[in-house]
């Protein structure tokens, strides 16, 4: 009877009560702390998306002085037969095959030589290695663009004396395909410092008593790596994956400054073109569609990532 009576006499914390301890509360000072960011990230951040699938939907070109014209799904439906469009996702596909592909293998190697006890002088290799990735990429662009020129480039000068070539040329209208791998080895010479940084702290976690165990039972240093250093990297392995896939992707600077897209969009990369068709001739609603295509693209591929890393773990 005490406990019950002392249990009905208990008075419920009115409105007002919880109110009070609410406004005292460390989850309110954490929120006067993050909101004034948090509503810059919805201001600069979720309007413009929501913004631009607003204007996808219309065909909206901002040089004729008309009215917005809604068209729902027409711009999306536009995509699949515009010629350059189609063309282009091919060319971003090998673009990005060739610069993941190319980043990860280059980084990894640098890593693990970087990463070996006997190696002399590490800080001046490191921060040698960082001065790529500390170029802005339009300087970095011009720098390369340089040493492709068929007229005083340091590239063909090479060629020229190993008697590869005759004459110099210029490399990048003679095939889309070579005009892109020159662009894709311009995107590997900047980025492999990022991938050889992440794959250097990725194999300062690698347990060091599996190695030695490893080296007792006779393992050799190719199955060290494929059963031991593989392994526990593949996390750091798929970041470094996802994030230069979705760079390149998203490639724009590098391939405009090298070529513009020509000559005659042979080297026209899909982002690239979505700035073409957005600021160039101001058809911002058609270059909104393109943008949402590419960044499903992105969204997928990543997702795809992901999934299988869950399988692996």
Known sequence: MPRAAARAGARRPSRLDRARRWFASEQLFALLLIGPMLAILL?????????????????????????PVFTGFGNYLRLFSDPVF????????????????GTVALGLVIALLLDRDDIKGRGLVLAA???????????????????????????NAVLLQLGIIDQYQWWFGQSPWLGLTLVGLTQIWRDTPFSVM????????????????????GASGLQRFRFITLPSMRFVLLAVVVLQTTWALKTFDLVYVLTGGGPANKTMLTYLYVYRQAFSYLDVGYGSAMAYVVTLLVFVVAFGYYRIAGRMG
């Open 43 to 67: 201001i600069f951040g979720a309007f413009p998306i929501l913004y631009s699938l607003v204007v996808s939907l219309f065909e909206w070109k901002l040089n004729i002085p008309r009215p």
């Open 86 to 101: 189609v063309s282009s996702l091919g060319k971003t596909l090998y673009y990005s095959v060739l610069t993941v592909g």
């Open 129 to 155: 290695l960082i001065i790529p990735w500390a170029v802005p990429r339009v300087v970095g662009g011009l720098l390369w663009k340089w040493i492709y020129d068929g007229n005083y480039g340091i590239f």
């Open 198 to 217: 992440l794959f250097l702290a990725g194999l300062q976690s690698v347990p060091v008593h599996l190695h030695k165990a490893a080296m007792m039972d």
